[in-house]
Each structure stands twice: as structure tokens, then as C-alpha cells.
């Protein structure tokens, strides 16, 4: 059996982290496994065990110029594809979306019969991206993260399978934190921007500490995901408030500081969604507004219809709708536990296991 498989992603943390994960998987169970990036996704790319190959690829965003070399970068980089396909001859090709993704799906969409590839999609979000939404009709199965209708045509539909989001293995990662008992709290707050660190994320939560009475300010401790350029700056602004906190970058133990965190305020990608889930953490939801088909917003919703957090808008960013649930879920366990229990019945899937023995099935058909 041919047990060459590619794997198409990039841009974001959201979009390659999903595919190191699957990509590992593969490997570890025999798989000759190539993974295909863009520059900007490669600094995600750590821990993947296969090869990466690297692709020229470009958004269609700015001005005319802008769009122009663009164009370029993904003709370029469907070339490249087509010459890493013709070598390396994959059985199976899966893309998770983006962008970077777009020439390699061209590539195949072209090339698939003459090679006899089979092609699948992984779709992290709540509705299907504009990159994967132009080859539904190419793939064979359309792997999704959440149980819901998405708005496709009708005849698509027989091809999805919900399998959840794969998520790097935790094995290495430092457990027993216990930042309550080191820092004598009883409620840790963790204001959690992503793969990308956010800054007006940063700035919503300024307004909430400027809000929020001293007393209750004392009872809290804050975790808090700062880009390196700006932690001292903002460092030196909580030191004002004469809060306890620890801000960081990025988490490299994250699963154990989730399992601590008594509430969050996030932006709204993917990832971010199944940790809330997965961990049952009540939420304070704000999208990112420039995230591509307003995803972001769909996300957050899939958490706010079952009453697990809210959704403010950054914008116009509803302060007292803030506090108030925040006091709500400082002050009374009861909506705490509901919240965990009600998120208690939305299962995280092992994605890995179920991609690849629906991918197995369909090739040893």
C-alpha cells in the first residue's frame, strides 16, 4: 500500500498546528508524511517529525500592486506543487485550509486522476473557509470540528464526517502547576489571545481592571498572553493596579494552566473554542473582526447559544456586560459548575483516530 501522504497549510497557528498534529500521527503509525507551508506558517511548525516543504503563497488583500505579486506568489507556488507531487507521488493529499493552501489544491484538482490521489479536507471552524469551500467538489471527504449544519449545497453534505480538531501531544508538556496554592488564589483569569498574541484584546481587558472594584481585583489572579514586543510596557501598566499576574508570550503548558483557569476572556479562533470546551471554562467571547467569513463570530456563537459565555464586540466593547459576568462567575460556583456541566456534554473527538481510519477505509476499498 502506498503510505505517501501530503499535507497542505499555513498563515496562521489555527490552520498549521492541526496539521503538525495530524501529520505526527501519521508518521507514527508508518506514514511517509510531507508537510507543505508557507514561510509565515513555517514558525509554527516545531515538533513536526516529517519533512517541510516550503511554498511561495499570498492573500489577495491591499491594493492593486498588492494583488498583483499575489497572484504571482500562488502561480508560483501551484508550480512548486505540481514538481513536489510529481516526486514524491502521494496516495493522499488532506488540506487544512488557508490561503497557503490554494496552490497544492490546485494542483491536485489538475493532476489528481493522472496520479490517482485521493483528496480530503479538514475544516477547524464553524463555517467552511473560502479556501476549502472551492474544492468541495474535488474532495473526497470534508473532515469538520463541530456537530452543525454548515451552509453548503446540498449534495456535499454526504461528504462530511465530524471528527473534531487535532491538537499536539501533551505528553511533554509540565504538569501540577497549582498556581492557586503558590499564589494563595482561589481564581485565576486568563486573558488568552491565540496563536498571534493580541493587543486590542490586551486593551479590552485594561478597561475591565479599571473597572472592577479593588476588593474583588484582590481575590484574582491573571495569566495573561502578551507579544514579547509589549510585555514590559504592559507589564509596568498592571503594576499599578497592584494585582498579582504572570504574562508571558506563549504557554508552553498550557493543557495544565487549563485545567486551573476559572474563567477566560479570548478571541475566538478554533483551537481557542475546543480548549474552552475541552477544559469547561466559562468565557468572555470577543471575535477578532478582520478574521476572514467573520468565523471568528460563528465560533463564539457555538459557545454563546448554549449559555456558556458571552460575546461582547471590541469595538463597542460592553463594559458592565463584562463585569457582570465576571462578578457572576467570581461569586457564584453554582453558574460555575452549570457552565462545566453544560460543556461536559459537547465531547472533544479524538480527530487523529477517526482522520486517518476514515482515510484507511476509503483506501482499502
Known amino acids: 500500500m502506498n503510505k505517501k501522504f501530503l499535507i497542505f497549510t499555513g498563515g496562521t497557528g489555527g490552520h498549521v498546528i492541526p496539521a503538525v498534529s495530524f501529520g505526527n500521527h501519521l508518521i507514527n503509525n508508518g506514514f511517509n508524511c510531507i508537510l507543505l507551508t508557507d514561510t509565515r506558517g513555517k514558525k509554527f511548525t516545531n515538533g513536526f517529525l516529517g519533512k517541510i516543504k516550503l511554498i511561495n503563497a499570498s492573500h489577495l488583500d491591499g491594493n492593486i500592486f498588492f494583488k498583483i505579486l499575489g497572484l504571482f506568489k500562488l502561480l508560483l507556488g501551484f508550480f512548486q506543487c505540481i514538481l513536489i507531487i510529481f516526486i514524491f507521488r502521494p496516495k493522499n493529499t488532506l488540506s487544512f485550509g488557508s490561503y497557503a493552501s490554494v496552490p497544492a489544491c490546485f494542483a491536485v484538482k489538475i493532476i489528481k486522476t493522472l496520479f490517482n490521489i485521493n483528496f480530503y479536507i479538514h475544516e477547524q471552524n464553524s463555517i467552511i473557509g473560502k479556501s476549502n469551500l472551492f474544492f468541495l467538489k474535488t474532495a473526497s471527504k470534508i473532515f469538520v470540528n463541530f456537530d452543525q449544519n454548515y451552509e453548503i449545497e446540498d449534495r456535499f453534505h454526504k461528504k462530511i464526517s465530524i471528527v473534531g480538531l487535532p491538537s499536539l501531544n501533551e505528553s511533554n508538556l509540565i504538569k501540577n502547576l497549582d498556581f ?19 493587543i486590542p484584546l490586551l486593551k ?21 498572553q502578551c507579544p514579547k514586543q509589549f510585555s514590559n510596557e504592559f507589564s509596568s501598566r498592571l503594576k499599578q493596579y497592584d494585582i498579582k499576574f504572570i504574562i508571558s508570550e506563549y504557554f508552553n503548558n498550557l493543557p495544565s494552566l487549563l485545567t486551573e483557569v476559572d474563567l477566560v476572556l479570548s478571541r475566538c479562533g478554533a483551537g481557542t473554542i475546543n480548549d474552552i470546551i475541552e477544559y ?4 468572555i467571547l470577543i471575535p477578532l473582526p478582520e478574521a476572514k467569513d467573520s468565523h471568528q463570530f460563528e465560533n463564539a456563537k457555538y459557545l454563546t447559544k448554549i449559555n456558556c459565555g458571552i460575546m461582547v464586540d471590541q469595538y463597542n466593547f460592553e463594559i458592565s456586560k463584562s463585569l457582570n459576568f465576571i462578578k457572576l462567575i467570581l461569586k457564584d460556583n453554582s453558574l460555575r459548575n ?28
Open 180 to 198: 492557586k496554592k503558590k499564589y494563595n488564589k482561589k481564581f485565576i483569569f486568563f486573558i488568552y489571545g491565540g496563536s498571534q498574541g493580541s
Open 204 to 224: 479590552c481587558f485594561i478597561k475591565l481592571i479599571d473597572n472592577i472594584n479593588s476588593r474583588d481585583l484582590k481575590k484574582i489572579f491573571f495569566v495573561i
Open 280 to 283: 469547561k471554562i466559562p468565557s
Open 338 to 365: 452549570q457552565i462545566k456541566n453544560r460543556l461536559s456534554n459537547h465531547l472533544i473527538l479524538k480527530a487523529n483516530e477517526i482522520m486517518l481510519k476514515i482515510i484507511s477505509n476509503e483506501i482499502s476499498k
